[in-house]
Nanobody, 125 residues
Framework: QLQASGGGLVQAGGSLILSCAAS????????IGWFRQAPGKEREGVSC????????YYSESVKGRFTISWDNAKKTAYLQMTNLKPEDTAVYSCAADPINYYSGPYYLLRGMDYWGKGTLVTVSS
């Protein structure tokens, strides 16, 4: 199971850290990712990490502003978001995939096999 949390209302230029608590699987064998969906828009892949080599990938829209990470002891993934913009407003969901060797762009385009409930991030201008 995956459960995202940490969303809320923030002013443009502000920061938030989203958390994704994982249970029921061994993360070391999975890839994790963050995805978002804004009202009336399609789902967008934001970032992903492959646990077997620690490689990370970001969409162009968030590169340089967002950071994905994983705390193995806490079995929790994080998405640190800085310099937030109104266009970052969306429901953010975390996901995991047991196939750990796809490329970053592929994960962000395809999605992943296991999904958690999302958390709403609202960025005011």
């Amino acid at each position: 199971q995956l459960q995202a949390s940490g969303g809320g209302l923030v002013q443009a230029g502000g920061s938030l850290i989203l958390s994704c608590a994982a249970s029921g699987f061994v993360f070391n064998n999975y890839a994790i990712g963050w995805f978002r969906q804004a009202p009336g828009k399609e789902r967008e892949g934001v970032s992903c990490m492959r646990s077997h080599d620690g490689s990370t990938y970001y969409s162009e829209s968030v590169k340089g502003r967002f950071t994905i990470s994983w705390d193995n002891a806490k079995k929790t993934a994080y998405l640190q978001m800085t310099n937030l913009k109104p266009e970052d407003t969306a429901v953010y969901s975390c996901a995991a995939d047991p196939i750990n060797y796809y490329s970053g762009p592929y994960y962000l385009l395809r999605g992943m096999d296991y999904w958690g409930k999302g958390t709403l991030v609202t960025v005011s201008s």
